[in-house]
């Protein structure tokens, strides 16, 4: 709704300009709330489930196969996943079910070369703690990075406006190494069964104006966005199978459409997303918009990108919002070891091999 937009829009500027520049007190919700929500927050962490596993470790290489078959072998290019146990990939029992390995997977078939996975996200992980994954991931020199970060921020109560300057430092610090960055915004924490209502109303409201703050500061520091908390809205409360067992967390069917929905906008920022996909004429809901217009507006979308554009005016930053083709995941077999995938290309990601530790 242009209403709610437009409020986004205006609250999301607001804690940009607070992580910018300091100040304190910002909040999202009224004080008159915070009791009440305090008790629903502990009956809903008493209705969510306790996963007692640790994610798989997917680091590693994919894609070997294309080192074979080049004339010229080119180094591998390096993926970095930052962020929280949705970058982990808490939730499924295979390496090759988390989103790193998925995106890793197809980026190397995309690319038809090697892509070496370097995932340092931290179940638990909050914004505060992206510089100390940074100091893990820089060494690793990566050309991409992907981050996935906010659920926490939320669930925490950290500041907003802590959360979205971490966040903008983060990318900026990346940047200043010569690497792209794509971050998966704030999921939408309505979405969560156990959350009922009137903190489900909140939760939804305070994911999506953290995820336009967060767009905003990642597209003035030199990154891109992709929203997930819309794309993961309607499908997850319509289909119980994207979650895993506590409720809470994706299961391997979540985490695949998620990191497939990143996937073309990793591709593009590091120009391989194919000519031939992007169309010759505008597409319905593709426009130069003030950025934070943008992000308010992404955060209400599925899937959507948000990435910063040139354009005239006084002194207002402008950013292109697109929403592009969802490819599909990587087959069964892609992510072990010895695979030996076909052709390459968008819509068959299936070509990957992975020499990294073993499928759990």
């Not at 080049?70 to 949705?86: F, I, K, M, N, Y």
């Not at 892509?115 to 991409?144: F, M, T, Y």
């Not at 939320?154 to 900026?172: F, I, K, M, N, W």
Request: net charge positive.
């Amino acid at each position: 709704m242009p209403g709610a937009q437009d409020s986004r829009a205006r609250v999301a500027r607001r804690i940009a300009t607070a992580a910018a520049y300091g100040g304190g007190g910002l909040g999202l919700i009224g004080v008159g709330l915070v009791g009440l929500l305090l008790t629903e927050s502990k009956l809903a962490i008493q209705a969510i489930g306790i996963l007692e596993t640790l994610p798989p470790k997917a680091d590693g290489v994919y894609g070997e196969a294309f080192a074979d078959r080049a004339a010229a072998p080119r180094p591998p290019l390096v993926l970095a996943v930052l962020g929280d146990s949705t970058g982990a990939g808490l939730g499924v029992a295979r390496a090759r079910e988390t989103p790193g390995a998925l995106l890793a997977a197809g980026l190397a078939s995309v690319a038809e070369r090697p892509v070496r996975l370097v995932n340092v996200a931290r179940s638990g992980g909050r914004s505060a703690d992206l510089s100390g994954q940074l100091e893990q991931a820089l060494p690793h020199h990566p050309d991409i990075a992907v981050i996935m970060i906010g659920a926490n921020d939320v669930t925490r109560h950290s500041p907003a406006q802590d959360a979205v300057r971490r966040l903008g430092e983060a990318v900026a610090a990346l940047r200043a190494n010569g690497c792209e960055v794509v971050v998966g915004t704030c999921p939408d924490l309505g979405t969560i069964k156990p959350v009922r209502p009137p903190l489900r109303w909140v939760a939804r409201r305070l994911s999506r104006q953290l995820a336009a703050a967060q767009t905003i500061a990642v597209v003035e520091a030199g990154g891109r966005t992709v929203s997930l908390g819309s794309l993961l809205g309607p499908e997850f409360a319509a289909r119980p199978e994207m979650f895993a067992a506590d409720r809470y967390h994706p299961s391997a069917q979540g985490y695949a459409t998620a990191a497939m929905a990143v996937l073309p906008s990793v591709c593009a920022a590091l120009g391989l997303w194919p000519e031939e996909e992007r169309p010759s004429a505008p597409v319905p809901g593709e426009a130069v918009l003030p950025v934070e217009v943008a992000a308010a507006a992404a955060a209400g979308r599925e899937g959507t990108e948000v990435a910063a554009v040139g354009a005239e005016g006084a002194g207002r930053r402008w950013a292109l919002l697109r929403h592009r083709l969802r490819v599909g995941p990587p087959g069964p077999e892609s992510g072990r070891a010895g695979d030996r995938g076909q052709g390459a290309g968008p819509g068959n990601t299936s070509a990957s091999s992975h020499a990294g530790a073993g499928d759990a």
